[in-house]
Nanobody
Framework: QLQASGGGLVQAGGSLRLSCAAS????????MGWFRQAPGKEREFVSA????????YYPDSVKGRFTISRDNAKNTVYLQMNSLKPEDTAVYYC???????????????????WGQGTLVTVSS
């Protein structure tokens, strides 16, 4: 089970940190991802991190602004979002994939478990 939190309303240029807490004792075996979905749009890949936390992935749209990290002792993955833009407004979802395949990291169907989503609204 995944529980996302940390969304809210922020002005353009501001920052937010999302958290995703996982239940279970095998958290470090799961690659974790963040996706977002804006109204009327498809779910979009935002970031991913391997089980060990040693490798991270970002699309160009957030590279340099967003940072994914994880604390396996706390069963939690984070998404630090800086320099937020109005186009970052969306519901953000965390997801977990056992044995995440790097080539498929940006595909929602690669992930087995999903959190409930947390809304991020960036005002201009």
């Amino acid at each position: 089970q995944l529980q996302a939190s940390g969304g809210g309303l922020v002005q353009a240029g501001g920052s937010l940190r999302l958290s995703c807490a996982a239940s279970g004792r095998t958290f470090s075996r799961y690659g974790m991802g963040w996706f977002r979905q804006a109204p009327g749009k498809e779910r979009e890949f935002v970031s991913a991190i391997t089980g060990s936390g040693g490798t991270t992935y970002y699309p160009d749209s957030v590279k340099g602004r967003f940072t994914i990290s994880r604390d396996n002792a706390k069963n939690t993955v984070y998404l630090q979002m800086n320099s937020l833009k109005p186009e970052d407004t969306a519901v953000y979802y965390c997801a977990a994939a056992l044995w995440l395949r790097v080539g498929n990291k940006d595909r929602p169907d690669e992930y087995t478990y999903w959190g409930q989503g947390t809304l991020v609204t960036v005002s201009s």
